[in-house]
């Protein structure tokens, strides 16, 4: 089991750049699947970026070549740099933990992070 928590969200102009972190510690880090979500106001959550625990990530369209994932092992941290924000990248951001570890039974373990604001103003 992890306990996901995210830092880093905030206001920032169209066009900036922001770096979210994810620390998720007690448990083994880099056995899970790390992922970023987002849900904006009146819309459903969607996934933004995840990152196997191997080390190959998956973007949304709508952030490739703007958003990039990466983990670092050491520090049980997940990390999202978001540069050339726009202002429809405003939302919540949620780190997401996911164990495979008994997909053979037929179960999936997901852990959630609170949540982070991002706001980008035009």
């Known amino acids: 089991q992890v306990q996901p928590v995210e830092s880093g969200g905030g206001l920032v102009q169209a066009g900036g750049s922001l770096r979210l972190s994810c620390s998720a510690s007690g448990g083994t880090f880099n056995r899970y699947t790390m992922g970023w979500y987002r849900q904006a106001l009146g819309k459903q959550r969607e996934l933004v970026a995840d990152i196997t625990s191997g080390g190959s990530p998956n973007y949304a369209d709508s952030v490739k070549g703007r958003f990039t994932i990466s983990r670092d092992n050491a520090k049980n941290t997940v990390y999202l740099q978001m540069n050339s924000l726009k202002p429809e990248d405003t939302a919540v951001y949620y780190c997401?933990?996911?164990?495979?570890?008994?997909?053979?039974?037929?179960?999936?373990?997901?852990?959630w992070g609170q949540g982070t604001q991002i706001t980008v103003s035009s």
């Open positions: 997401n933990a996911v164990s495979f570890r008994d997909v053979l039974r037929g179960r999936t373990y997901e852990y």
